[in-house]
Structures are given as C-alpha cells and as structure tokens.
C-alpha cells in the first residue's frame, strides 16, 4: 500500500522541498557488501511506497552503480513528486580489463577508476555523466563531494560552476557534501549554497557540527541534510564487532553505545528510532538521510518516524553526552 508523503521542509532558500527522510543510495551501490537487483529494486520501491521522496547519490557508490539502480527505480515514478540528488568531484574513467575489486570499500568490480575533479569543466561532465546514468530528464541538487583536500579549486572553480547552472534552471539547488564539519562551516560562510550534507557528524555519538556549521547554517538560511546518523552502523546495533565511520568501532565507543541503548530501553524506544529522530530536533535540518540495503530497513526507518519519544530520554541521553 502507498501512503502520502512524509512531513515535507523547504531546502534551504530553493524552491524545493524534501520528506524528512530520505533515501541514500550508497548501501543499494554495494557498500561493503553485495545487493542483488531484486534487493535494490525492492528499497527503493519500499522507501517510495513508504512515503519517501527525496533520494541522494553520487558517482562514486558503487562506481555509478548506485545512479543507475535508483534511475532504474524512479524513471516511471511522476518526475514532479521526488527529488534527487548527486554530486560531483569524481569523474569515473574506464579502465581496461581484466578487473579487480574495488578497492573504496564496495563489492563492485573495478571497471573504471575514480578521478577527482573540481574544475568547472569536471563538474558539467560529471552532471551529465550522472543524468546518463540516471536517465533522468534533471537533476534536483548537486552537491560538491568531498573536497577535502581541494577546498580552494572547489571554492575558486566548481562552486561558480554549480551556481552558473543554478542560475540557468539546470539544478534546482546546490551544496557541499563531507564528513567534517570545517569546511562546509565555510561554505556557508563564504558562499551563496543552498543546502550541505553532513555525514556523521550530527549523531547521537558525535555532534561536532552543531558547535558552529548548524547556528551558522540557520542565520544563513541553508539547510542541512543529516547522513550517516547510526555512525556506519553502531548506533543501529551496538555490540563488539560493529562499524563506526567506515571502522570497526572501538571498545569505548562500543561501551557508549550500549549505554545509550540501555537509556532508550527504559522508556520502550528503540536506539536506532531515537538515533534517526536526533537531528531533525534542530531547525536548520531539512531531512536525516537512511542508508538502508533492504525493504526492511527503509520499512522499519520509516514505521519508527511516527514513534514517540519521551521529552525524559532525550534529557537522559543528553546527560550520558548526546
């Protein structure tokens, strides 16, 4: 059964809006590990059915394996009620056979080589690779991924290029997308985006964006779009053995996790319920983005949205560091 919508925000100063959660398409390009086509197809068709409309990917997941499956997905959804995202900064290049593994963490052969690209001219040929992909007639947001050690050719080239294309209708809306917080903090500063996409960085374990990305993202007005919010897994299933940021966790995170599910448990919630819900507590977050890799997990993201969760635990969770 399809339902409406979910709750809907406004990104930022664009003109589109986006469903408090969102889809990311990183897990459905292989991360870590392989999701057949029935799997794929199956989240996407449940995140949709499931009220969700807003769906970010990139080039890099899956080395565009990501971009086509969710193109796939969508191409016969009506064009007007979803919004999509992709980025740009990494141009996949073919390489010849015979192929290897991929070796950036997704069980995908290595049939192209990424090359970073932050020049103007990167960013056209990226968006136009990734609509190709797609097979989209646009695409909504575009966000600069991961310039980290080229902030400044992203800042002088790829950013004018993005607004130039803004300008001209081509995208709807236009941002930054990291793991750290500086960076996009100047972004906002510095620049007349829209929207950055955090990762990891605005969670029940590490909230070092709110010291200064999250005030100055709302006194700018530029919205912000919340991912990795169960920290690459140990806030969706704390034990020994589960991931944090792309790692297996450490001991004392481990400890810390489990410390804040014993508070959750009090109160009948579940951590990856309270997990999800965390970020868009703050005003300047438009939508948590759930990397799910089955009908299931997006199922259950979606189902856990409408559970209440006692003002009590969040001042617990709080007091244990949250």
């Not at 690209?117 to 797609?134: H, M, N, P, W, Y």
């Not at 829209?194 to 990891?200: E, F, K, S, Y």
Request: proline share 6%; glycine share 10%.
């Amino acid at each position: 059964m399809i339902t409406a919508p979910l709750r809907m925000r406004r990104l930022g100063r664009s003109p589109l809006q986006v469903t408090e959660v969102s889809l990311g398409a990183a897990s459905i390009g292989n991360l870590f590990t392989e999701v057949d086509e029935e799997a794929a197809r199956a989240t996407i068709d449940a995140a949709w059915d499931g009220g969700v409309r807003a769906f970010d990917t990139a080039p890099h997941y899956g080395l565009g394996l990501s971009e086509r499956r969710l193109g796939d997905a969508l191409r016969h959804r009506p064009r007007s009620e979803y919004v999509i995202s992709t980025k740009v900064g990494r141009l996949l290049q073919p390489v010849p056979p015979p192929y290897g593994r991929d070796r950036e963490g997704f069980a995908v052969p290595a049939t192209h080589a990424r090359v970073l690209d932050f020049s103007a001219d990167g960013v056209r040929r990226s968006l136009a690779a990734s609509l190709d992909r797609l097979g989209l007639d646009r695409i909504d947001i575009a966000l600069i991924h991961d310039p980290d050690d080229y902030g400044e050719q992203a800042l002088r080239e790829a950013y004018p290029a993005l607004e130039r294309l803004r300008a001209e209708g081509v995208v709807g809306a236009i941002g930054v997308g990291m793991n750290g917080a500086g960076m996009l903090t100047r972004f906002v500063a510095d620049t007349d985006i829209d929207v950055v996409l955090i990762a990891g960085r605005l969670t029940l374990l590490d909230q070092s964006a709110a010291d200064a990305l999250l005030p100055l993202a709302l006194q700018r007005g530029v919205a912000v779009l919340a991912g990795g919010v169960f920290n690459s897994g140990l806030l969706a299933a704390p034990a020994a053995g589960a991931y944090f940021d792309y790692q297996p966790a450490p001991a004392a995170l481990v400890r810390r996790a489990l410390e804040l599910e014993a508070a959750c448990g009090r109160y009948g919630v579940p951590l990856r319920a309270a997990a999800a819900r965390f970020p868009l507590r703050h005003p300047a977050v438009a939508s948590v983005l759930i990397g799910a890799r089955s009908a299931a997990e997006i199922s259950d993201a979606i189902a856990l949205r409408d559970l209440d969760i006692p003002a009590a635990l969040w001042d617990d969770l709080a007091a244990l560091g949250a």
